[in-house]
């Protein structure tokens, strides 16, 4: 069957392993599916829900899309653009904040975890986010949406707003509603020094991450200090669910060499975790250094990446805008 896919990834800067494994690397193998229509998104509307300084914003820009196309999406077969130059976006954001409802709001996890104790001083814009990213998803009539697990709630509120549009004004399957994409596995990668918290661009120490654009050096200075337990290997998945730092880094192994996780606890069993880490480093290694190096490449060549933006964002907006003209009519304008 032939999907839609739409996706986002904020400009945020350290574009790291998580947002790799747990989104990028799926649009990539969504994008060579030649049945598929792809548009990806350098969501920077999203981004400045929090503090943006605007000369770095800029250049996160292109290396989100430096990072896409680095990673394997071909920027002819498949649409990149960034959601600032469509402004149907903004525009179908305020149309839905209408439709949806402050309760639904309310329980999204993610306001709360990014506007932690102090909720009062965060933006609204951090509030609304999931109805902007109804909009992103809605506007295409995207039937699929290829995100870490952090994004499944916000998910599940887009294919809300979308069925209370369609009750609300009479127009069944106006809107399509989307559904999620998560990796099974390996949908939410934890930081290298705490096995229960998300690996996260925002997290203060880099070295609880690996970001797409760290050096081999790095990538194994990294992997050799990342936090484990005393104990051996586990033995089996039973065991791995206690050992969250050991759970998190056989999951990035067997994400990385597509391979399952219970045949990998079968192989490593009892050994110790240097021998291991060894190896992992190994498999990152040959996985990002060639991404890291192409990601510098093309950010060589801005007037590239213009252009990408720029025949992305005109493809875009033919789509986006005849859908928001018939939200017009529909809602009485
Ligand atoms: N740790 C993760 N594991 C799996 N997937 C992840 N994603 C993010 N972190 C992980 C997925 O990456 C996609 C793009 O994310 P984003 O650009 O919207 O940024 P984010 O979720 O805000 O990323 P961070 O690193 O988590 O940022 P902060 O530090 O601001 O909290 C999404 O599909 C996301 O699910």
């Known amino acids: 069957m032939s999907k839609k896919i739409f996706s986002g990834v904020q400009p945020t800067g350290n574009l790291h392993l998580g947002n790799y494994l747990g989104a990028i690397k799926n649009f990539v193998e969504l994008s060579k599916d030649k049945k598929n229509q792809c548009i990806f998104c ?49 525009e179908a954001a305020w149309i839905l904040s209408c439709v949806a409802r402050m309760g639904w709001l309310n329980r999204m996890t993610q306001f709360k975890e990014k506007a932690g104790k102090d909720k009062e001083k965060a933006s609204v814009g951090l509030y609304s986010y999931p109805i902007l990213m109804a909009a992103d998803i809605l506007l295409y009539d995207a039937t699929h949406v290829p995100v870490g697990d952090d994004q499944k709630q916000h998910l599940e509120l887009s294919r809300d707003i979308a069925q209370k549009f369609n009750n ?52 194994i200075n990294k ?47 009892g050994k110790n975790f240097s021998e291991f880490k060894e190896s992992l480093s ?37 789509i986006a805008s005849k859908k928001i003209k018939e939200i017009h009519k529909i809602v009485g304008f």
């Open 42 to 90: 350098v969501v920077d509307l999203h981004s400045i829900t929090t503090k943006q300084d605007p000369k770095k914003l800029r250049d996160n820009i292109y290396e989100t899309v430096a990072s896409f196309i680095a990673s394997g999406i071909d920027p002819k077969k498949n649409i990149i653009f960034n959601q600032s130059r469509v402004p149907a976006h903004s």
């Open 223 to 269: 992997i050799k200090k990342a936090k484990t337990d005393t104990f051996p290997m586990p033995k089996d998945t039973e065991e791995l669910k206690s050992r969250p730092e050991a759970r998190n880094l056989i999951s990035i192994y067997s994400s990385l060499t597509n391979t399952k996780i219970d045949q990998n606890i079968e192989i490593l069993s």
């Open 282 to 318: 190994q498999v990152l290694v040959d996985k990002i250094e060639p991404i890291t190096k192409e990601i510098k490449k093309l950010l060589n060549d801005r007037s590239y990446i213009e252009q990408i933006l720029d025949e992305g964002s005109k493809k875009a907006n033919e």
């Open 168 to 219: 609300e004004f009479k127009v069944e399957n106006f809107f399509k509603t989307p559904d999620p994409l998560i990796q099974k596995d390996f949908s939410r990668i934890m930081s290298l020094k705490d096995g229960l918290k998300k690996m996260s661009k925002s997290d203060s120490s880099d070295a609880s991450r690996i970001n797409l654009t760290d050096n081999k050096d790095q990538i």
